[in-house]
């Protein structure tokens, strides 16, 4: 699974059984063949993901392509890559929120 089909595909993977009462707003910035910049917006028990930079984000993602397809495949460790440097986000309280609901751990 590429990190953009990853990202696109969230509003099916979340309905609102999972979302319940949860707000919040992430631009992820993908370097990249397979990135880009997205908006994954959680509220009102739905989820949209916009193919651009939308709003005030709650928190920042920045990862290549490449790094967020190794968290996604389970080939490179979430927490290492954090601690390496290959992602990077403004808002650990918000990711450590969500990582889990997004599937990113």
Known sequence: ???????????EKLNADI???????????IEGEDG?????????????????????????????DKNLEGILNKSI???????TGKVKFDNQGELLKYAKLFGLM
Do not use: Y
């Open 77 to 83: 460790n979430p927490m290492m890559a954090v601690m």
């Open 1 to 11: 699974m590429t990190a953009k089909s990853f990202l696109l595909s969230l509003p």
């Open 36 to 64: 880009g910049n997205f908006t994954v917006n959680v509220s009102d028990g739905k989820c949209t993901v916009t193919n651009q930079l939308e709003g005030e984000p709650k928190c920042t993602v920045r990862s290549t």
């Open 19 to 29: 979302i319940g009462d949860k707000t919040t707003c992430f631009h992820f910035i």
